[in-house]
């Protein structure tokens, strides 16, 4: 009952042209035919027809009346309406016509019984087929009601994705727990001689944009056997058991084509904890859950089908889909480090033109956080501001003000700003720099501007580690917040007054002081205890607390502390340097832009 998907649209057609020749046929063809057989005339000549003797024979309906006349073909039927006319049947006896017989009349009865009766219930018929089968490719099953519910998954095959393992930089340990999946597809025997196992099901995890959807389509380039993918959200139908029949769909295709491999990414858009609904949870997605667990555990290991799937939220995935036997090999899928980024911005790199004065570990250094899907906006927007530029090459320049596009947004370049308020936020930003600048544990000044951006920002100082950071100290959390401080204790101290320019600076601070307290166990009051959980690492930390509200209300007193203690630590720092803050604001206001060899060059000067 399948029919092959290219037939549907040829089908669609005939259908289409079938029904325009019947609609031509009536609106032409016949009406010509009933006009020739059947002529109009009025009551009166009708009359005087029959007084003449010219009429044959008469039928008297209802609403009119038919005749033949005698002087004419008998093909053609004449009509006339009927006149309350009781002298009628008398005049017709009189003039010896014969007025009992039906005539036939109209088109051959054939002909209309086709046309009243067969015509439209065809057409019924067929626009009802019509319908249902695009309701039911609609829910995912193309042909009739019985393959209802067949699964879209696509079969990959190596040249269809284009990607290989050398378009994944930096997540080596990933590629490499991978590349061990694609190795025992090809050489299975190897691995049963030795009596091992392969993982039936692999989970990447990791934040948004670190490449888990490219790592998934490189594993399909390199492992030359059938890849199916699908979206998680692919399985969610409106009807409960439409999910699960896809499944069920797909793991009977996979099992056809094994070795192969099967990526569901998104998973958690089916595999949410069973518990963590409201009012009993939602039927379709449990039961497609359910026939995904019991596919699971139905196909032997040595089946050779393995299932990749790939998440950004592993909190929220039921327990059950976790245990062994399922998803149980976990490869993290983390954001890069700066070889990482390093490495992710020279792949992208190939594909664009670079001049030779770009330096990539450069930009890495300055990118800290970054994933690689930003990092591959960083190196396109470069290109982008060099055609706007008219340039044949990407310079250096260019991928360094993407890098603030992507942190700041654009310049505005229209922006009017008035000079008063142009001179608070250059002392603002020396503020911060100078106190990053004279505190041991802060990374060193790269860059400080005032031209303002279209994120709000009417000025930044961007500090760039040297290395990569991968602890925190509590020194280094404290010179952070009291580099956060600099800007407001700038405009305290030269203009006795304060600003609004601090909103974003306060808001940092405060989030750093906040884990201090709740979560790094850098306070005294609290030692070492478990204030905050994170509910979900990948998707930025929001995170809730686990205390009664006295507690809570300790924490805010500890946190005020921590925060009150940075900010007179900033203003002393640039109450001792007030000469050098006048210095380096007066020449920043000049330059609107100043790099960090600047910065430093007029600090360390006599
Ligand atoms: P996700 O982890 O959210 O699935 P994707 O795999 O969709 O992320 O990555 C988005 C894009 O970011 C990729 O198409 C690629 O251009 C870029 N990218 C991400 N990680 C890397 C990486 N490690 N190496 C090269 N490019 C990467
Ligand atoms: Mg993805
Ligand atoms: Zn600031």
């Known amino acids: 009952m399948k029919e092959p998907e290219p037939e549907k649209k040829p089908r669609i057609y005939s259908y289409l042209l079938i029904a325009l020749l019947v609609v031509l046929l009536n609106a032409f063809i016949f009406p010509s035919l009933n006009s020739r057989s059947e002529k109009e005339v009025d009551y009166g000549t009708f009359l005087s027809l029959v007084d003449k ?57 054939i002909m209309s019984f086709i046309l009243t009766w067969v015509v439209p219930i065809l057409l ?21 009601a019985l393959s209802f519910g067949k699964s879209n998954a696509k079969i990959y ?45 692999v989970l990447l995890v990791g934040p948004p944009g670190t490449g888990k959807t490219l790592l998934a389509k490189a594993v399909a380039g390199e492992s030359k056997v059938p890849f199916f993918s699908i979206s998680g959200s692919e399985f969610v139908e409106m009807f409960v058991g439409m999910g699960a029949a896809r499944v069920r769909d797909l793991f009977k295709q996979a099992q056809e084509k094994a070795p192969c491999i099967v990526f569901i990414d998104e998973i958690d858009a089916i595999g949410k904890s069973r518990n963590s609904g409201v009012m009993g949870g939602n039927d379709e997605r449990e039961q497609t859950l359910n026939q995904l667990l019991s596919e699971m555990d139905g196909f032997d290991a040595d089946k050779s089908v393995v299932i990749l799937a790939a998440t950004n939220r592993p909190e929220t995935l039921d327990k059950a889909l976790l245990r062994p036997g399922r998803f149980d090999r976990r490869i993290p899928v983390e954001l890069p480090d700066l070889l990482g980024r390093e490495a992710i911005l020279a792949v992208h790199a190939k594909n664009v033109k670079l001049g030779d004065d770009v330096n990539l570990h450069a930009i890495a250094q300055t990118t800290p956080g970054a994933s690689g899907a930003d990092l591959a906006n960083i190196i396109n927007e470069g290109a982008l501001r060099a055609v706007r530029l008219g340039h044949q090459q990407i310079s250096h ?60 920002s009417l000025g930044y100082t961007m500090q760039v ?3 990569e950071q991968v602890l ?23 203009f006795q007054s304060v600003t609004s320019g601090a909103s974003n600076d306060i808001e940092q601070a405060t989030k750093i002081a906040r884990s201090m307290v709740t979560r790094f166990g850098m306070s005294q009051e609290f030692d070492m205890m478990a204030l905050e959980t994170v509910n979900n690492p990948y998707l930025g930390e929001d995170a809730s607390l686990l205390v009664s509200s006295e507690t809570a209300a300790k924490i805010d007193t500890e946190i005020l502390t921590i925060i009150k203690t940075c900010h007179q630590k900033a203003i002393q720092i640039l109450g001792e340097n007030k000469d050098k803050l006048h210095e380096l604001a007066k020449y920043l206001l000049e330059k609107e832009t100043i790099t960090g060899e600047e910065f430093m060059a007029i600090l360390t000067k006599e």
């Open 157 to 201: 095959v190596e040249a269809v994705t284009g990607k290989s393992f050398t378009d994944v930089a930096g997540q080596e340990e990933a590629k490499e727990a991978l590349l061990e999946i694609v190795d025992y597809l090809h050489n299975s025997d190897k691995y049963k001689a030795v009596g091992a196992k392969i993982p039936k099901g």
């Open 472 to 494: 925190m100290t509590k020194e280094q959390a404290l010179d952070k917040i009291t580099t956060f401080m600099g800007g407001r204790a700038a405009e305290e101290i030269i």
């Open 397 to 456: 320049n260019d991928i360094e003000e993407s890098v603030e596009v992507v942190i700041a947004g654009y310049q505005r370049k229209n922006a009017v700003i008035p000079m008063k308020d142009k001179l608070k936020i250059a002392y603002h930003e020396i503020g911060h720099a100078l106190v990053a600048a004279k505190q041991s544990h802060s990374a060193p000044v790269h860059k400080i501007t005032i031209i303002p951006r279209t994120s709000g």
């Open 53 to 109: 003797g010219k009429i044959e024979e008469v039928e008297i309906q209802d609403n009119y009346i038919a005749f033949i006349r005698k002087d004419k073909s008998k093909d053609t039927t004449y009509k006339t309406g009927v006149v309350d006319d009781p002298k009628l049947v008398d005049r017709l006896h009189e003039a010896n016509v014969k007025f009992t017989k039906v005539i036939p009349k109209e088109n051959s009865p």
């Open 124 to 144: 019924f018929i067929w626009i009802g087929s019509f319908l249902t089968k695009r309701m039911t490719r609609g829910m995912g099953g193309p042909g009739n």
């Open 465 to 467: 580690e040297q290395g």
